[in-house]
């Protein structure tokens, strides 16, 4: 059985726990911790001589709050030659190669989690004995902070058993989704919004697993009018040996009865009592209290509070083709997508400073994690099916880059540029995608 937890009243550390208890939530949790993981994350350097030049550049893609306009402008920036990607920097070794015990993705892995449990996560940072800068980031339970930063006593204090370290404010990054009871306190996740219903559900299933354990309870009692020695009151179901002392309390036929049954069933023992002779069941049915129904209930509940599609989890009961396709999209747009720029701001405000010439100076980009609708964009294309290029279309069919492609199919013909088409004169494109089944050799070229 899982630790006993109850609810609300719960403390931080039992729902750091409760991944290990409750199947739901480590699915579900599990689920957006490994998508935000996988994402790897970029450093660019603005260069120039001019430095309020270079922070001009930083600035302008800081504006994009759109991550699909921050990632182009960072393109165009860099093919401008205004930023330079940077290939190994401790920023970089922080983020992607983790700490002497966690990898990179199992240290990110963790701090989406404990943002999903507790609403908070701590990084213990460790830093370069030569330059003092953070070299290495250790993400720790929420539950080991025993003393967060005050005016009167500014550090943190983090303990766990026998180990205690206090540690100034600049060695520890703090990330948090601010409560809004108490924005300036401590947080509150996921979990613990769904205190009552993850409790309900581990109870339902222990409540089950006890089933098969009888809980203590026989599922049948045997009753009767039985006559004997044994005197009035009823007995146990098992005969007392005759090296036990005295005798047994039930009467001598309930005593044939009863060891008559035993030989049939081995298992789950009867009660036997003096009475009317009647078969009393004891069982659960669980079709009665709804037991299905209502884990199902609150496996919905834990699912639809966490924004993950039902897709993702396995429940397909209501899932047909586009859904499936639309639930990645849907994932990485509301879940991964949110995390990873929390992610990007605290880091940007708290770490990327404590390193010299990093300050206002780079830009710190994580890989989009909601890749390209391909339905979109193939119904975009079949609009005028002209305006793409082969290799576009290419592209879109998952095939790989050839050369001599770059050119659009216009009634049959080859142009490499639609201004040539329009100064031929030549009527609209056909409704009609061009053909991709022809080889190169075949294409007509250009005039």
């Given at each position: 059985m899982g630790r006993e937890w109850s609810g609300a009243r719960t403390r931080q550390a039992d729902f750091e726990g409760a991944y290990a208890d409750l199947p739901t939530l480590r699915v579900v949790l599990g689920r957006i911790a490994d998508s935000v993981?996988?994402?790897?994350?970029?450093?660019?350097?603005?260069?120039?001589?001019?430095?309020?030049?270079?922070?001009?550049?930083?600035?302008?893609?800081?504006r994009q709050a759109d991550i699909a306009a921050r990632q182009a402008a960072v393109e165009q920036l860099s093919k401008d030659g205004d930023l330079q990607p940077v290939t190994d920097h401790p920023m970089l070794r922080l983020l992607n190669d983790g700490n002497g015990w966690l990898t990179g993705h199992d240290s990110r892995r963790l701090t989406s989690l404990y943002l999903d449990l507790t609403g908070e996560v701590p990084w213990l940072l460790d830093r370069h004995a030569r330059f003092d800068t953070p070299s290495q980031a250790f993400p720790v339970p929420p539950s080991w902070c025993r003393h967060r930063p005050t005016p009167s006593e500014p550090y943190y204090l983090f303990g766990h058993g026998a180990w205690q370290v206090k540690l100034a404010p600049r060695d520890v990054v703090w990330f948090c989704m601010p409560d809004p009871s108490q924005p300036y306190g401590r947080s509150s996740g996921i979990a613990q919004a769904l205190a009552d219903e993850l409790e309900a559900d581990e109870l339902a299933a222990q409540f089950i697993a006890r089933h098969f354990y009888n809980s203590g309870r026989p599922d049948v009692v045997?009753?009767?009018?039985?006559?004997?020695?044994?005197?009035?009151?009823?007995?146990?179901?098992?005969?007392?040996?005759?090296?036990?002392?005295?005798?047994?309390?039930?009467?001598?036929?309930?005593?044939?009865?009863?060891?008559?049954?035993?030989?049939?069933?081995?298992?789950?023992?009867?009660?036997?009592?003096?009475?009317?002779?009647?078969?009393?069941?004891?069982?659960?049915?669980f079709e009665q209290v709804q037991m299905s129904t209502l884990r199902k209930y609150l496996r919905d509940m834990v699912v639809n509070t966490a924004g993950v599609p039902p897709e993702l989890i396995g429940i397909l009961s209501n899932?047909?083709?586009?859904?499936?396709?639309?639930?990645?999209?849907?994932?990485?747009?509301?879940?991964?997508?949110?995390?990873?720029?929390?992610?990007?701001?605290?880091?940007?405000?708290?770490?990327?400073?404590?390193?010299?010439?990093?300050?206002?100076?780079?830009?710190?980009?994580?890989?989009?994690?909601?890749?390209?609708?391909?339905?979109?964009?193939?119904?975009?294309?079949?609009?005028?099916?002209?305006?793409?290029?082969?290799?576009?279309?290419?592209?879109?069919?998952?095939?790989p880059f050839r050369p001599g492609t770059e050119v659009h199919m216009v009634k049959g013909r080859a142009w490499k540029s639609l201004d040539d088409v329009e100064l031929q004169g030549l009527p609209p494109a056909s409704d009609k995608a061009p053909r991709q089944d022809l080889p190169l050799r075949d294409l007509p070229q250009a005039a």
């Open positions: 993981a996988m994402e790897p994350w970029y450093l660019h350097r603005a260069t120039g001589d001019n430095r309020r030049r270079r922070r001009d550049v930083v600035a302008e893609v800081e045997v009753t009767g009018d039985f006559q004997g020695d044994g005197g009035a009151r009823g007995g146990r179901a098992a005969v007392r040996p005759k090296d036990a002392g005295g005798g047994s309390s039930m009467p001598a036929d309930l005593q044939r009865l009863e060891r008559k049954w035993l030989q049939k069933a081995r298992r789950k023992l009867p009660f036997f009592a003096r009475g009317e002779i009647k078969l009393h069941q004891l069982g659960h049915n899932a047909n083709r586009s859904t499936i396709d639309l639930a990645n999209y849907i994932h990485a747009r509301h879940n991964a997508l949110p995390r990873l720029v929390r992610m990007r701001e605290t880091l940007r405000a708290h770490v990327l400073p404590q390193y010299p010439g990093a300050d206002g100076t780079a830009v710190l980009t994580f890989s989009n994690p909601v890749r390209e609708d391909l339905e979109f964009k193939l119904k975009a294309m079949r609009a005028q099916p002209s305006a793409p290029t082969q290799a576009e279309w290419r592209s879109v069919q998952g095939l």
